[in-house]
């Protein structure tokens, strides 16, 4: 059965395309009203213009999900189950973060206080949960991230340390 591409791209880009619809309605009562419609606009305009941001950072963080895995976060706690290791840690215990892609796949290295090292696969499923584990890291630089992870070097880069 052959895939419709475009159902699957729709489905990628559905955040980003709903909040330009709502940034285009505000946009719309911008220009053709008056009074508390056209105030509103305003709220509308930027609310879907951070959202469409918002949902594109999504997007450029997200892998296909073919690495070897689940991850999972629940209340805290980072649950990652792989085909020979896995752990279940906090945020609070992260310690140092790395994107390693010096190997044949890129992978995240997460440092916790216990003085472990958890290796995950950037593509495993349930990838897109660590950009959210990610943003709640304290001074964490989500756009270093993002130009690290389309970098095409062969590096480990350090992106936060506590």
Same mark, same amino acid.
């Given at each position: 059965?052959?895939?419709?591409?475009?159902?699957?791209?729709?489905?990628? +880009?559905? @955040?980003?395309?709903?909040?330009?619809?709502?940034?285009?309605?505000?946009?719309?009562?911008?220009?053709?009203?008056?009074?508390?419609?056209?105030?509103?606009? /305003?709220?509308?305009?930027? #609310?879907?213009?951070?959202?469409?941001?918002?949902?594109?950072?999504?997007?450029?963080? =997200?892998?296909? &999900?073919?690495?070897?895995?689940?991850?999972? /976060?629940?209340?805290?706690?980072?649950?990652? /189950?792989?085909?020979?290791?896995?752990?279940?840690?906090?945020?609070? @215990?992260?310690?140092?973060?790395?994107?390693?892609?010096?190997?044949?796949?890129? =992978? +995240?290295?997460?440092?916790?206080?216990?003085?472990?090292?958890?290796?995950?696969? #950037?593509?495993?499923?349930?990838? @897109?949960?660590?950009?959210?584990? /990610?943003?709640?890291? &304290?001074?964490?630089? #989500?756009? =270093?991230?993002?130009?690290?992870l389309s970098s095409s070097e062969s590096?480990?880069?350090?992106?936060?340390?506590?």
């Open positions: 059965m052959k895939e419709n591409t475009l159902i699957n791209s729709l489905l990628i +880009w559905r @955040e980003p395309l709903i909040a330009i619809v709502f940034a285009a309605l505000g946009l719309y009562w911008i220009i053709n009203s008056h009074g508390i419609l056209y105030t509103i606009g /305003f709220g509308f305009l930027i #609310t879907g213009a951070t959202l469409a941001y918002a949902g594109y950072q999504r997007i450029r963080f =997200k892998r296909a &999900e073919t690495g070897g895995g689940l991850i999972d /976060f629940t209340e805290g706690q980072i649950s990652y /189950f792989g085909p020979k290791n896995g752990a279940i840690f906090s945020i609070d @215990e992260i310690k140092c973060l790395i994107l390693d892609q010096s190997n044949s796949y890129s =992978k +995240w290295i997460v440092e916790i206080t216990a003085g472990n090292k958890v290796e995950i696969p #950037t593509n495993v499923k349930g990838n @897109e949960v660590l950009f959210d584990v /990610f943003n709640n890291l &304290e001074g964490f630089q #989500t756009e =270093k991230m993002l130009e690290a590096i480990k880069t350090v992106l936060w340390q506590k």
